[in-house]
């Protein structure tokens, strides 16, 4: 999938950068492929969102999805770079408040 690149471990954490759209017709590829990422490479995960473009509901709930299995394992999921457009989504639906947002 060529929205998501694994970077791999970074200061202790996995690194992923999201590029392009990511909504309903990709979002459970993106799951896919950060799940087999996770299982490689248990961390807390770092999202690099400099070059994502779009996501929609759907996208929200797949990073949702995500955070319950870091949190389960004592992990925790940071997201970097996000377009202001893309930021009040998280923010609009408060997930600010579980979401660590840089």
């Known amino acids: 999938m060529e929205e998501v690149k694994i970077e791999g471990l970074v200061d202790?954490?996995?690194?992923i950068n999201l590029s392009g759209d990511i909504d309903l017709g990709n979002a459970e590829a993106f799951?896919?492929?950060?799940?087999?990422?996770?299982?490689?490479?248990?961390?807390?995960?770092?999202?690099?969102?400099?070059?994502?473009?779009?996501?929609?509901?759907?996208?929200?709930?797949?990073?949702?999805k995500i955070l319950k299995i870091l949190k389960s394992d004592g992990f925790d999921m940071r997201l970097v770079g996000l377009q202001p457009k893309i930021k009040k989504l998280f923010l609009i639906c408060s997930l600010d408040s579980i979401i660590s947002i840089e």
Do not use: H
Request: proline share 3%; aromatic share 14%.
């Open 12 to 15: 202790g954490r996995l690194k």
């Open 31 to 64: 799951y896919q492929v950060v799940s087999e990422a996770y299982k490689t490479n248990p961390a807390s995960i770092t999202f690099d969102c400099k070059e994502l473009d779009f996501i929609d509901s759907t996208t929200l709930g797949t990073f949702v």
